[in-house]
């Protein structure tokens, strides 16, 4: 009689449930049919943000995907289905497919699903995934020449930073912010103007951005208190040009339910800031274009105004 050899244990398989992975065995006996013992039962939670140097490129598929959740979640507040993306997202796949990439993007921490039987949110890292991949198709796009002539007007520089925090809250709808070159900022009273406070009071009344209210209150006595936000900004803009943080890359706690786009400014001698403060879902696309412009379009007033204050200055001494 030949002996029979010993069973075997296979190797563990994974499958998925709506919310959670279960991690199974499966199991076999000799005479018996094969069934699956669950191990594990672990909740799915959304991982942290990771920098952008250490996010792999997505396939072309699920990177579109993801932008079409990011989109339509910033549209409109609600978890995305994948039934909902199959028929509106114009990505001619099946909704089985959709929900196929949308499971590797969950077990990437690109998204994730808030509760049971609800479609799926950006994560962090999802929104800095979409962030990037705009950064890297932008081009700056010249001002409205209205913006940049009403800016013109202002006769000092305090004036024009005034009007900028102005334009920027109008055109973002986010608490807009403009600050002084840091060397001028320690010699006045007033070195930082901010417009649209009530933009972010507006965000305690939004369920799908849940901003606590002690955070918004510590937060907007931050903004009162503008040595702070003065300081919190030369940490994040150390280097001249375009910045966007998002929410948990803020190292202020009181700033973590938020989001932040800011960008410098050349004056002719020194840089300054200027940017938007806004929900982790502001539309980001607008919030971009609209710093990019205005930030250009203030060095080129800033720098015009220091040449004809130098212009007028030789006058006076060939003069004298």
Not at 2 to 31: E, F, M
Not at 65 to 70: D, K, N, R, T
């Amino acid at each position: 009689m030949t002996p029979r050899r010993p069973a075997t244990r296979p190797p563990a398989t994974r499958r998925r449930s709506k919310n959670r992975l279960l991690y199974s065995r499966v199991v076999s006996t000799p005479g018996t049919r094969q069934a699956r013992v669950p191990v594990v039962d672990t909740p799915m939670t959304p991982r942290p943000a990771t920098s952008p140097s250490e996010q792999p490129p997505l396939t072309e598929r699920a990177s579109s995907i993801l932008a079409c959740v990011v989109r339509q979640y910033i549209d409109s507040g609600e978890p995305v289905s994948s039934l909902w993306l199959a028929r509106h997202g114009d990505l001619g796949i099946s909704s089985a497919s959709v929900r196929t990439v949308m499971a590797r993007l969950e077990d990437d921490g690109y998204i994730h699903q808030p509760h049971t039987s609800a479609g799926r949110v950006p994560t962090d890292r999802g929104y800095r995934y979409f962030v990037n991949c705009l950064l890297q198709r932008r081009r700056r796009p010249k001002a409205p020449p209205a913006v940049e002539a009403r800016l013109r007007r202002a006769r000092t520089v305090s004036g024009v930073l005034s009007s900028v925090s102005h334009e920027l809250s109008a055109a973002s709808h986010h608490l807009a912010f403009a600050c002084m070159p840091r060397r001028t900022a320690l010699s006045v009273a007033d070195p930082l103007f901010i417009e649209g406070s009530w933009f972010l009071a507006e965000e305690v009344s939004d369920g799908s951005n849940r901003v606590p209210l002690d955070i918004l209150r510590t937060l907007l006595a931050m903004i009162e208190r503008k040595d702070l936000l003065v300081r919190l900004l030369d940490e994040y803009l150390d280097e001249p040009g375009l910045t966007v943080v998002i929410g948990t890359e803020n190292r202020t706690p009181e700033m973590q339910p938020f989001s932040l786009v800011a960008s410098t400014y050349f004056d002719g001698e020194q840089t300054g800031s200027i940017g938007v403060i806004g929900p982790r879902r502001m539309r980001y696309g607008r919030a971009i274009s609209t710093v990019d412009q205005v930030s250009a379009a203030v060095s080129r007033v800033l720098v015009a105004q220091a040449a004809a204050s130098h212009h007028d200055r030789r006058a006076e001494i060939s003069a004298s």
